[in-house]
């Protein structure tokens, strides 16, 4: 056999072909050296066969190649050498996180051959976060001349002031070029963590009206709560919840109140996640 060649097509397969040059084997002994060990025998083809996937191979590992025709005892010399050295891009990570509000880098790796230029793209998809309410969208192609290794880059996360709890989004590998092929999984998940910062209410106030009445006002600080939680304590005991009102509201009269008592109130938004109090 001649011309043969090794392409890798994906992080776990190898595709072999070559020219058959003989009219009478019984069939095609594949040979296969890991990272410049010794041949070994990896399969037996047919005859007349001229191509071969081997489904066995590792990312990261130099592979290299040669096949010979059999006819029983008689084999004909080897065809020449071919190399498959599998390169795949990866994220650094399984999984990334950060709390909203600033940026989050990301790191795309190159594992294994780095011989030459390579580059892959980075796609974002929506989920529960939303681009750009929540996040900068992205669609970056990175690019590897040979010897590099990782290339980061980062992403804005928004500070929406919204107490609507954690959320996410995808981020994918794509287009890759440079015979280096996308790692499984070709995916992987950013969650942004929802930060109840900043979102309290602020400017409150509490004037007594009448003998049983104080009224309280505030500002809202926040978008996407269900309502605000009113809390009192009386000097002798504990901070508790004393009333609800709905979302977007400011102010709250307290009937309940008892002469020559001081009171002292505070109140937070209510949400997936509730805010700081004010």
Known sequence: PSALSALGVSPTQVNLAWT????NETNVQIERSDDGGPFGL???????????????????????????????????????????????????????????????????????????????????????????GDYAAVSETLSFPAGVTSRSFDIQIAADGSLEGDETFTLGLTNPTGGVVVGTPSSVIVTIEDNPAGTQPTNLTAVAISLNAIRLQWTDGSTGETGFGIERHDGQSAFAQIATVGANQTSFTDTTAQPAINYVYRVRALGPVNSAYS
């Not at 940026?103 to 594992?111: A, G």
């Open 20 to 23: 058959d040059n003989c009219d």
């Open 42 to 132: 990896l399969a037996v083809a047919p005859a007349n066969a001229t191509a071969y996937s081997d489904m066995t191979v590792i990312a990261g590992i130099d592979y290299v190649y040669r096949v010979r025709a059999v006819n029983g005892m008689l084999a004909s010399a080897n065809s020449n050498e071919a190399q498959a050295s599998l390169a795949l891009f990866q994220f650094s990570a399984i999984g990334y996180s950060r709390q909203e509000g600033g940026p989050l880098t990301i790191t795309v790796e190159r594992v294994g051959d780095q011989g030459g230029n390579a580059s892959v793209q980075v796609v974002s998809t929506n989920g529960t976060a939303q681009s750009p």
